[in-house]
């Protein structure tokens, strides 16, 4: 049986778009914003509101540096938390699939499962030159972009699992896409989920 | 042609038999203690002492967190840094290797080479198995060895390229060695050397 897979990525990195390709080559189940659909759907929370909490820190909290749960956002962003970790891991047990970020490595960590953490990264100019081709603003919004994402999605990881994001010994594999090419990463993942399969 | 490889890792974790297995089944130069002779040969140091120096922060400087340089070990430790520079330096553009630890992926960088660094990393119980059974030593010194090689590494690296070794950002390739096998690291690795071929 395969692995399931999840997927950590630097915003711009092309992480969705390669997990999404890796589920399909592999034809299991993919999960992104689809977790969101269920966490609507169990906590009464708009879709929108729980995109945004269910995997950035608020910006408040990130501003000041203070603990996420002393503020209502913050007690909100828990109900959240722990719905999504409770979808993540039924959702796993069902069987393989792609979870992409939500600290799906960390949640499926205690888990009696095979999981194979991806890491996906890329130097800068190489994201920015793809948020541009994807989003087409100016240079100066995507730089101001990728720091924020990056930084709140960072700051909600260590939140959340007290390890840093990015941090090699959590991830089986840590691969450059800038570097790679989204194609040979997709292509890369499949071939790795195959050969671990149990 | 292949891009020139270098192998950073964490002790026990296979990297220096991976690298090997690498270099043999590419046809291409292997180094690692061999950058030892010709440091050796230009600097006149005793093997052991560069091999020690070369890698490994001086306990000394590490105890105390100062730099390395304030002491006449560290002088000596910066003309072996620089020899080893130049030859790693000059043995990249001889053309494709693969070339084990001492900072390669950072003094590479400015090269106009086509460089993939790799880092090999593993769980502790693997990499402690790992060194029982080629060392045979008993739990308690493996456990000493592994936290020390890695701190030093770890130190020496952060000294002479202002950077944190393992970080996600320097490595194109991040493999877990534990989860993923050996030999699967070896085929990851030359497989995709050979993709990036230019």
């Known amino acids: 049986m395969l692995p399931v897979i999840t997927i950590s990525r630097e915003f711009g990195s092309g992480g ?9 080559k592999l034809g299991i189940p993919f999960y992104d914003s689809e977790i969101v659909e269920h966490v609507a759907s169990e906590s009464g929370f708009a ?3 729980i995109e945004e909490k269910g995997e950035y820190a608020s910006r408040l909290s990130q501003l000041f540096g203070g603990p996420l ?11 959240i ?9 039924k959702v796993a047990h ?3 699939c792609v979870i992409v970020g939500r600290c799906a490595d960390y949640i499926l960590e205690e888990e009696d499962l095979n999981v194979m953490n991806v890491f996906i990264h890329a130097a800068e100019p190489f994201r920015k030159k793809r948020i541009m081709l994807r989003y087409g603003q100016n240079g100066i919004e995507i730089e101001e972009r990728l720091k924020q994402k990056d930084k709140r999605r960072k700051t909600y990881y260590r939140f959340y699992t007290d390890r840093q994001w990015g941090d090699y010994h959590n991830y089986q594999l ?3 896409s800038g570097y790679l090419g989204e194609d040979y990463c997709v292509e890369l993942i499949c071939k790795t989920a195959e050969k671990m399969s149990k």
């Open 47 to 49: 879709k929108d509101f």
């Open 16 to 24: 969705h778009s390669i997990g999404k390709a890796v589920a399909e």
């Open 81 to 89: 938390y722990k719905i999504q970790a409770e979808i993540i891991k």
């Open 174 to 176: 840590n691969l450059d």
């Open 94 to 96: 069902e069987g393989p």
């Open 69 to 79: 749960r002393a503020t209502p956002e913050g007690n909100e962003q828990d109900k």
